[in-house]
């Protein structure tokens, strides 16, 4: 429902539609919010009741027990018995128990929903039940000894407050004050450190609990977490390529003097990337990991031309939805009509929700455009579809982070890691993953990055994500090129260029609408 106010009403236009999708939206939040107060509402006179009737019970009880009862006990003695046997029986129906009758319902479709996402911790969470339920069992029962203990020292308690109080007359008289005193003292140190007791099994619960969930997640980790390996040929000659840098999302390695290459697996990977070297181009230059792939094997096809001196060309914030406007036939007829075709085209995000990231890669393509087309994620693309929300631009324009070499630069993709909906790769992936690139390239080459967005130190050009830094100066960054400002400028950093590019409909400040065009003479 939130999709289609998004897509359909705000982008799609469909005021109509708009209405209509916020009022079903109103009237479900307030179905909803009834039902909440109904709820509520039933579970206190439910509660209600069940005291009621057991004080009611408790009272008759009491009227008809034998006289020779209340000799061995007093009032304060007899009325604290009542108050917390009743207590204990009323929590029956308090907010917690409906809480976990209706959470009852909900795990069944929570385990449905995770079975889908992900059928191996789906498979560890119904494992580790039976731990969890022996766990809080020894624990019960520990808890239910001192619960007992408990009890009954502060049944002695309250007898001896009840006498104590009613002979406060004879303490005066006799002015055995200090020895009641001690009494008190003793009796109440009894009864905290039964309830210190009762507390700290209710912590090693909790801690236990947070132990079990950390080595279900350690053991999800590594089940998980896939090595892979495989080579990288000349398509024409199928001879091995070495030093091709080839990545998991974070780390990367080299092809050796064989073509052979071996990652030791990350967590969070969803794809084997290469990086195009110089001289070499794909356009299969990621493959997704599966358990059933024993090999993820690449083949590079040589570039006639000399792209020492090359070409690129950059567009941003399109934010279609169905279709592209004027702008698209626009692009088309720059690229037709050049003689020198650009290296590559680069999309710097925001291609735009559901509906553009369905759609947009329909119509620029390298297919459809007849030079090399490549994506960059925006803010907008950060989508609530799938398990995360990369993983729909994913499914359509393959990984967030990923570079590759034409000439003597040294082009790095990048994801903003941030969004509309939380992101899966964290700023802290990106700079991790961005290091162990950039430590890879040969010495010297210059770098370009790709952004959705500006740098997040736009005037120190530097990227830090706790102690990991990199220092774009040092790494030969000569330009970061983004969109997502809506606006164009060109700022120098101490010789590096900060390039912004408005959409190819126009800026909000009023600049031209247009593709950036971006020639490049050696390094």
């Known amino acids: 429902l939130s999709k289609r106010i998004m897509d359909d009403g705000f982008i799609g236009g469909n005021k109509e539609l ?6 079903g939206s109103f009237v479900i939040h307030l179905a909803n919010s009834t039902i909440d107060i109904i709820k509520e509402k039933k579970r206190v006179d439910i509660s209600s009741k069940i005291q009621y009737s057991l004080s009611e019970e408790s009272f008759s009880h009491l009227m008809r027990m034998k006289i020779s009862y209340f000799s061995n006990k007093n009032y304060a003695e007899i009325l604290n018995n009542i108050n917390v046997d009743i ?28 079975f889908i996402l992900d059928y191996r911790m789906t498979i560890l969470v119904l494992l580790f039940i039976p731990i969890k339920y022996v766990v809080m069992k020894y624990f019960a029962k520990q808890r239910k000894k001192v619960m007992d203990e408990f009890i009954f020292i502060n049944q002695k ?51 236990s609990l947070a132990v079990l969930g950390g080595v279900a997640t350690g053991i999800y980790f590594g089940v998980a977490t896939i090595s892979t390996q495989g080579f990288v040929l000349e398509q024409d000659t199928d001879q091995p390529i070495a030093n091709v840098s080839v990545t998991d999302g974070k780390n990367v390695v080299k092809t050796d003097s064989n073509g052979k290459f071996k990652l030791k697996g990350w967590h969070k990977a969803r794809f084997v990337t290469i990086t195009n070297p110089s001289g070499y181009w794909t356009e299969n230059y990621y493959q997704e990991i599966t358990r059933s792939k024993n090999e993820y094997n690449f083949t590079l096809k040589k570039v006639d031309a000399d792209q020492t001196n090359h070409s690129f060309m950059q567009i941003t914030d399109t934010e279609i939805s169905n279709e592209p406007g004027d702008w698209f036939n626009f ?19 925001d291609i735009c929700y559901e509906n553009g990231l369905r759609n947009h890669g329909k119509f620029m393509s390298t297919q459809t455009m007849g030079i090399p087309v490549r994506y960059t994620i925006g803010n907008h693309d950060f989508v609530n579809i799938g398990s995360y929300s990369e993983e729909m631009f994913e499914d359509n324009y393959g ?52 952004n959705h967005d500006v740098c997040r130190d736009e005037t120190g050009m530097i990227l830090k994500s706790g102690s990991k830094k990199i220092e774009l100066k040092k790494e030969g960054v000569i330009a970061w090129i983004n969109g997502h400002l809506h606006y164009n400028f060109i700022n120098n950093y101490d010789g590096i260029l900060n390039i912004s590019t408005a959409p190819l409909v126009g800026g909000i400040d009023g600049s031209i609408g247009g593709v950036r065009v971006v020639n490049i003479e050696g390094n």
């Open 399 to 450: 990984p967030v982070n990923y570079s590759f070499d034409v000439g003597e630069v040294h082009y790095i993709v990048s994801s903003l890691a941030y969004g509309d909906y939380p992101a899966k790769y964290a700023f802290n992936d990106v700079v991790t993953w961005m290091q162990n690139d950039l430590a890879n390239i040969p010495d010297g080459r210059k770098v370009v990055i790709f």
């Open 87 to 114: 207590n204990n029986m009323t929590s029956i129906a308090d907010e917690g128990v409906f809480f976990v009758v209706t959470q009852a319902f909900s795990m069944v479709g929570g385990v449905i929903g995770l």
């Open 157 to 207: 308690y309250s007898s001896w407050f009840g006498d104590t109080v009613g002979g406060v007359k004879e303490v005066k008289l006799f002015g055995i004050f200090a020895n009641k005193h001690k009494e008190f003292v003793e009796k109440q140190n009894e009864v905290i450190s039964k309830q210190k007791k009762i507390a700290l099994i209710i912590l090693i619960v909790l801690v």
């Open 331 to 349: 692009l088309k007829e720059e690229i037709d009509g050049m003689a020198e075709k650009p290296a590559f085209l680069i999309h710097t995000g």
């Open 18 to 23: 708009l209405i209509k999708m916020v009022l």
